[in-house]
C-alpha cells in the first residue's frame, strides 16, 4: 500500500457544441460560445458560462480499479473503490473556483496498480447561481432586460411557464443574486428517452476530451432507486412524477478516467480536479432570441498521479 500526498485542483471545465452563432454580436467576454446541438431543442441556441457558484452536498470521491455499480458499492461486496473524501452525513461543497476545498481523507493508502475510474457520490438536489454580462442588452422571456442576466431562484428542473424564466436581467446585477434550485432524481429527457433509475455510458466530449460516465439514482439505503414514470402537463412542459416509494437520496456517478492512474513504487502524489467551467448553460428561444432556460451542463473529475 502507498501512503499519498493528496493535492486537490478545482480546474476549468470547457464543453461545447459546435454549430451556427445567431446572436454572437450580442455576447460579452463572459460568455464563452453560442452554439447549437443535437441535444438542444429543434433551433435552440445555448451560451455556456461557469457558474458564480455550484454547491452539492459530496458524500464520497473515489478511485476505483474498475467501474462502480450500486451492487458492488453495498456492503461486504468487493469493492474496486478507494475513498479519498468521505462524509456519511455529506458536506455541501461549492465546486466553483472560488469555492472551499474538499475536505481529503488523511493520510490515504492506494494498493499499486492501475485505476480506470473515479466515484462521486452526492446528493440529487443542488444549488446554481449564475451571473452573466452581455456585451448588449438581452432580454429575457419574462419581459425583464439589460446587459446583466442572472438567476433568479427558479427550479430549472422545470421548463418556464408562458411569459417567464429561469434568467432575469437588468441594467446591473443585484446585490445578491438567488441561486436556481435543481435534483436529479431523474434521469433521461422527458418524453424522448427517460430511463429514470440510470444512464448507462453517457459520453461527453469536453474541451476535445470524451470521457464516459454511468449515472445511478440510489435511495437512502445505498440500493438503486425504483418506480414507475408519469408525467403531468402537456409538451414541453412536461413534470415527470414518480410512484414507487423510491425515496431517491443519491447521485452516483462512475466515470472512466481519460488517462489510467497508475499507483506504482515511485507513485508519491495524486492530483484531483473537478471541473466546472461553462457548467451553466443559459437557453434562448429560437423565435425571438429571449433567454427562457438555465440548465446545468454537468462537471468531469479528473485524477492523475506522479
Known sequence: MKNLKI???????????????????????????????SDLPVGGMECKTTPTSLIFTIYELSLCTAAATPS?????????????????????????????SIQLVSDVSLAEGTYTHALLKMNTEFLMTTKLEFAASRTANNTTSGAFCYSN???????????????????SFPTTVVPSN????????????????????????????????????LDSDGTQSSG?????????????????????????????LTTPVEISPNTT???????????????????NGNIVENGFNGLIIQISAN
Open 228 to 256: 414507475d414514470l408519469t408525467y403531468t402537463g402537456s409538451a414541453p412542459n412536461l413534470t415527470p412524477v414518480v410512484s414507487g416509494g423510491s425515496d431517491r437520496t443519491y447521485i452516483m456517478a462512475s466515470q472512466i
Open 182 to 217: 435543481s435534483s436529479l432524481h431523474l434521469l433521461g429527457e422527458e418524453a424522448v428517452d427517460f430511463d429514470m433509475n440510470q444512464e448507462i455510458a453517457i459520453s461527453t466530449t469536453l474541451d476535445g476530451v470524451t470521457s464516459v460516465t454511468d449515472l445511478y439514482i
Open 269 to 287: 502524489n495524486v492530483e484531483l480536479a473537478i471541473l466546472v467551467t461553462d457548467a451553466s448553460g443559459l437557453f434562448f428561444d429560437p423565435s
Open 72 to 100: 458492488n458499492q453495498m456492503l461486504g461486496a468487493t469493492n474496486p473503490c478507494t475513498k479519498l473524501h468521505y462524509d456519511v452525513n455529506g458536506e455541501a461543497i461549492d465546486l466553483s473556483a472560488d469555492g472551499t
Open 153 to 171: 431562484g427558479s427550479d430549472i428542473d422545470i421548463y418556464p411557464a408562458s411569459n417567464t424564466s429561469h434568467i432575469t436581467c437588468g441594467n
Open 7 to 37: 493535492i486537490l485542483f478545482v480546474a476549468a471545465f470547457f464543453a461545447t457544441h459546435i454549430g451556427s452563432i445567431t446572436f454572437a454580436q450580442d455576447l460579452g467576454p463572459d460568455c464563452n460560445t453560442l452554439s447549437t446541438g
